[in-house]
């Protein structure tokens, strides 16, 4: 995936790399309930995987990074908000610790939960 030259060697950062990162600043975001998946057969093969990226894709083009991000929002939030806070938040935290830029974070609302509160 992303690939940097060094003095040294080469060192090369794979897209697990960028979703884990990607994962820990959405469950940051206020209203965010859950990660969902892009589609049935991305949650079929995600419930026999238990892989960590569910619900997060990672491209690269021109040395940028695109991420798309699918998550669960809270009934009763301000839905553009929220993704906003998410679109910032992934953003800020991939290009700090990763020193490559983010192009685009585009948010995928798939469903709304009520809180247990509210039930």
């Known amino acids: 995936m992303p690939t940097k030259e060094e003095k040294l060697g080469i060192i090369d950062i794979s897209t697990t790399t960028v979703a884990t ?54 009934y009763g939030t301000r839905i553009r908000v929220v993704a906003e806070s998410i679109q910032n938040t992934v953003k800020f935290h991939v290009e700090k610790a990763l020193a490559i830029p983010v192009r685009a974070v585009n948010v995928y609302v798939q469903g709304l939960r009520m809180s247990e509160e509210r039930e």
Not at 31 to 59: H, P, Q, T, Y
Not at 65 to 72: A, E, K, M, T
């Open 21 to 74: 990162i990607t994962n820990q600043a959405v469950h940051q975001c206020y209203g965010v309930v859950g990660m969902a998946n892009k589609n049935l057969a991305d949650g079929i093969s995600n419930v026999l995987s238990r892989d960590s990226r569910r619900g997060i894709e990672v491209k690269l083009e021109d040395n940028q990074l695109i991420i798309d991000v699918y998550v669960i929002v809270e």
